[in-house]
């Protein structure tokens, strides 16, 4: 039997997965854009609010950690499709109960069921996408998928607005998207090179194979460091822009939560135009390099005398965001990488574990940095930036192409 081969971009696989990421997005930034109002009405205080919102958010990604490596392992042993199912089915009874909380502890659990469930959607999605496309549509397929799911952050901004600050609507919401989509999901067939790899004797699924191997080790750990920019830029310049502004040239009226929405809409434009760049290139790595390049020009940018109004920072912003637009194409290489037996396994932890360094970022960022050498805000974000760019080229010299790679073999 020949694995199953569509040649749209638009075929049945790439919409849900794609579904699926807008899903993933929207429910990770609302917390974001929600974060004062939501804290306020379950008992933080000013006083407390930096310690409660950060114990929510730690445990969300805590969530979205462990929930990788479950999913992962889960996706390689009983297929693509019991991830894209299961992990929705535990997001949206989350989100629903997310609704009804009235503890600063209740929102913290609710968050990590949430992101336990959100970890299985895009490794799913994505690996289950690469396998369904031919080798020259790959990488525009995934673009796709991104591309379209990111708008789901631009989408919980708006709804935040329309519904008059409704935050407990806007999680009920998130609910019910998950359950639409469990509707979409009916119509999608499993992965022919998955049940390709059922039928043979090996073992599928097994994390500890990532390390168990030098060359393979080697390839795990370069394909989480070559996605860091994503989430030092969301996760500390945009989330944080309101301070850094007032640092820069001093303004009072930013808003972060403005801000992410701006970035969030150019990175999907930036992942929908990484997949054509990397087949005009015919290369992964050509079309990662150029979105480095301007990363590192938007940087150069944010911290200088150019950035001295609020339109100027929000323009930053979203070049920032488009800069960073390599999500798709990130994950897509750590996919592609590894066989079919450990696929799901990669395209689920990598983008996870990236996630899971913001964390670690933040340590450099604010303890070490400014806590304990006390240097100031702009210095910190410039260092941090410098090191969080330094180990990602390092990784990406390391890191294999991908483009013309045949994906139908195994790991052994």
Known sequence: ???????????????????????DIYDLLLFTIVKAPSMRDVGATDATML?????????????????????????????????LFGSIILYSIANFLTGYIETVDQYAWCRFAAGLGLAGELGAGITLVTEYMPQNKRG???????????????????????????????YKIGGGLGIVLLLF????????MYKQVKQLDVARG???????????????VFAILIGLPTWFVIGILVNQSDKFAGELYGSTT?????????????????????GFICQLFKSRKKGLLLYYVLSMLALVLFFSSF????????????????STGFWAIFITMGAEQFGTNLRATAATTIPNMVRGALPLIN???LDLFQKTWQWPLIKSGIVTGVVVMIVTLIAFYFTEETYHKDLNYVET
């Not at 114990?55 to 042993?77: A, E, F, S, Y």
């Not at 999901?185 to 022919?192: D, K």
Request: proline letters at 1%.
């Open 1 to 23: 039997m020949q694995p199953n081969r569509s040649n749209s971009i638009f075929n049945i696989a790439v919409i849900v997965a794609a579904l699926g990421y807008f899903v």
């Open 51 to 83: 310690v409660d919102s950060t114990h929510v958010i730690n445990l969300q990604m805590i969530g979205l950690l462990l929930g990788g490596i479950i999913w992962g392992i889960l996706g390689d042993k009983k297929g693509r499709l019991s991830v």
């Open 140 to 170: 525009i397929g995934t673009s796709m998928v991104a591309g379209i799911g990111l708008s789901g952050a631009v989408v919980a901004y708006f709804v935040f607005f329309f519904t008059d600050h409704n935050w407990r609507l806007c």
């Open 185 to 192: 999901r009916i119509a999608v067939a499993e992965s022919g």
């Open 206 to 220: 097994n994390f500890f194979m990532f390390f168990n191997n030098r060359k393979r080790f080697k390839k795990y």
């Open 254 to 274: 930013i808003d972060s939560g403005r801000a992410i929405m701006f970035a969030y809409a150019a990175i999907s434009l930036g992942d929908i135009a990484v």
């Open 307 to 322: 950035n001295n109004s609020d339109t100027r920072m929000y323009w930053i912003c979203a070049l920032l965001g488009f």
């Open 363 to 365: 340590l450099m960022f």
